[in-house]
């Protein structure tokens, strides 16, 4: 029976992408997911695409119990990559305790797991919500994190902290957390993609939603920052090559390439983007004529950040491929895919 990788989180947004590539990579995959945030169907579509349906259990892995219950009806896995959080920046300064509380016995239920059971890598889902707003840019590695702006950056620092010395007295077990800049866009065959829940928070569900009809108009939040444009500046990075990241990054501790047994990387793509330019070239890629207006800043929002991808080029061995134009280009397939349009 061939090794398995545990995807928590597998039918979420990057879950179910970086599912897709695993599967693509000959990985044998078994999915934990709660469905708190996604729907069952998305295995219909993983398997649409890659022609396997992934093994699958829904459980939610703040409970201890039923975690270790997992591990030991599955006996094969490998490694696992611990997509399963809670992430809405806003919601999670109105309820702290349910943040802290699920993201972050998520993790220790996990690795107790990994202890007790044997199963030797994990790859963590971080943030580049780390590193605050920057005293300069671009971000690399080296760069100091920042206090968290929110309970949900926040968990995401104390899970990496956790991890860190975890490893530090369990030298036989592996983590690599990756801080992810803002991910966007969808799979090529516009099968899967991201699906909020109400109105998006993040930005480009907003635009495409927009575009499709079910929102009036896009609120620009603020153009008064100290940009070339005014509005903020991310580093938007496609969620293929992302999830793409996630293969490298287990492919790496599978097969022993690590400097240290646990390591974190920026992925990114290594260029900013304002908000204008990123809505400028949504009207020019798709031919839609989105409605915006400028607003006011929106709360706890950093101004600019974009990450120094070179670590990871070199050490990891991935670099982001797709322009913002695909990418956008695929959110907008996904979008009408979703709503019945053409
Ligand atoms: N924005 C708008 N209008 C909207 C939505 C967003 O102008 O309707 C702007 C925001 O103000 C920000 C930019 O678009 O300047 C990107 O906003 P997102 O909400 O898409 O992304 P954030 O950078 O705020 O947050 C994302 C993830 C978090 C993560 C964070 C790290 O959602 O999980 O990046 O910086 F922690």
Redesign the pocket.
Known sequence: MSKQILVTGGTGYIGSHTVVELQNSGFDVVIVDDLSNSQIEVLDNIEKITGIRPAFEKFDLSDSVLTDQFFNKYTNIEAIIHFAAF?A?GESVQKPLEYYRNNINSLLNLLTGMKKYGVKHMVFSS???VYGQPDKLPVTEATPRKEAESP??NTKAICEDIMRDFCKTNEDLNCIALRYF?PIGAHESGLIGEFPVGVP????P?ITQTAAGLREE?????DDYDTPDG??I?DYINVVDLAKAHVVAINRLIEDKKKSNYEFFNVGTGEGYS?MQLVKAFIEVTGVDLKYKIVGR?GG??EK?WADTTYGNTELGWKSEKTLEETLASAWKWEKNVRGLN
């Open positions: 992430k920046v943030s580049c919500t949900y950056g803002n928070n993040n930005l480009v907003f896009l609120s620009i939040f603020g509005t903020a991310r908000v929106r929002d950093i950040i």
